[in-house]
């Protein structure tokens, strides 16, 4: 490990789950509970539920959290999956945090294939699925690689970068990350201030852990169980991942569902699920950026159920 990963925005964190009485809190995606224990600590009554789908990162956070006993349990899955079940049981819930993307652990060590030099090409948060980014960049068709070059990537000359992976594939399969970021690096000029392949990355991560789908799924399944009183805060690194949950909060926010074309208000005006307490999304300090590249991206909205 070359550095141990940073929990962003934590003092936001912080001061949003600060003064839970009792109950349970939900870390949907636990990490190196650089935020769980935070939340444990300064509030002695509550109990954890934390989720990763990770086996390195749960079994970190296992011995890290140990010493808060029977108050924390950890389980390894999608969050998509465990977040149903664990509200269906119907807890006092008091919080729930997704902290949505990658770990500096993961983005560091080379055989987990998210940076450009690693020498597999791999990406899969769960060591256990099927599907790779070798999948991916080695099998896709051209209309699906062009797919989500465009969607996930936003990429303009997403078809020139769909073409130049099929060249280079049928020469040869392409077996690494580095190999792919070298040939996107020779072949794409830079554009802008980043590494040109950083949005082919993305949006080959993102298709691999289908990640705009589990977090469409997390919100689908709040949105079902809508937790009396709890807050939710979801923490995002790009533009997708965003707009998903500051529409989806509006949505719940909203009190009159009337169709558009109703002249009078027919639906009660009673119909919002609680409030948005960030009008804007909260971002890092220039302090904290400076002290962690990664946190410049980082985007949380919070909303809060009625009680
Ligand atoms: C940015 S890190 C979280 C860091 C954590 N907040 C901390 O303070 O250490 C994101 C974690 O979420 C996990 N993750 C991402 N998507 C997930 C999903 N759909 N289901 C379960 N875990 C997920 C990743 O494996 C990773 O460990």
Not at 77 to 88: D, N, P, V
């Given at each position: 490990?070359?550095?141990?990963?940073?929990?962003?925005?934590?003092?936001?964190?912080?001061?949003?789950?600060?003064?839970?009485?009792?109950?349970?809190?939900?870390?949907?995606?636990?990490?190196?509970?650089?935020h769980s224990e935070a939340?444990?600590?300064?509030?002695?009554?509550?109990?954890?539920i934390g989720i990763d789908q990770d086996i390195e990162a749960i079994e970190y956070s296992k011995?890290?959290?140990?010493?808060?006993?029977?108050?924390?349990?950890?389980?390894?899955?999608?969050?998509?999956?465990?977040?149903?079940?664990?509200?269906?049981?119907?807890?006092?819930?008091?919080?729930?945090?997704?902290?949505?993307?990658?770990?500096?652990?993961?983005?560091d060590r080379s055989d987990r294939?998210?940076?450009?030099?690693?020498?597999?090409?791999?990406?899969?948060?769960?060591?256990?699925?099927?599907l790779?980014?070798?999948?991916?960049?080695?099998?896709?068709?051209?209309?699906?690689?062009?797919?989500?070059?465009k969607?996930?990537?936003?990429?303009?000359?997403?078809?020139?970068?769909?073409?130049?992976?099929?060249?280079?594939?049928?020469k040869k399969r392409v077996e690494s990350a580095k190999e792919l970021s070298e040939l996107i690096l020779k072949n794409i000029k830079k554009t802008r201030k980043i590494h040109p392949a950083t949005l082919v990355f993305q949006a080959i991560r993102i298709e691999v852990n289908k990640e705009l789908k589990e977090l469409e799924s997390l919100l689908d399944s709040i949105e079902k169980y809508k937790p009396k009183g709890a807050k939710v805060?979801?923490?995002?690194?790009?533009?997708?991942?965003?707009?998903?949950?500051?529409n989806r909060f509006k949505k719940w926010a909203?009190?009159?569902?009337?169709?558009n074309e109703y002249i009078r208000c027919e639906c009660g005006n009673n119909n919002d699920l609680g409030k948005i307490l960030t009008k804007k999304p909260i971002v890092a300090s220039k302090e904290e950026k400076e002290k962690n590249p990664r946190s410049r991206s980082a985007k949380m909205r919070i909303f809060e159920f009625k009680s």
């Open positions: 490990m070359k550095r141990v990963h940073i929990p962003v925005l934590l003092n936001e964190v912080k001061e949003v789950f600060k003064d839970l009485e009792d109950g349970y809190f939900i870390d949907c995606t636990l990490g190196f509970s650089g939340i444990l600590s300064q509030n002695p009554n509550i109990k954890l011995k890290k959290l140990s010493i808060f006993k029977d108050r924390v349990e950890i389980i390894k899955g999608r969050f998509s999956k465990e977040i149903e079940k664990i509200l269906s049981l119907n807890l006092n819930i008091k919080g729930i945090l997704a902290d949505i993307g990658v770990s500096s652990l993961q983005l294939g998210f940076s450009f030099d690693s020498e597999v090409l791999d990406m899969r948060m769960d060591k256990t699925q099927d790779s980014a070798y999948d991916v960049v080695n099998f896709y068709p051209r209309e699906d690689l062009e797919h989500i070059f969607e996930y990537g936003e990429l303009r000359n997403y078809k020139k970068i769909a073409d130049l992976i099929i060249d280079a594939r049928n805060a979801i923490i995002s690194f790009h533009s997708l991942e965003d707009k998903i949950v500051k909203k009190s009159c569902i009337c169709l």
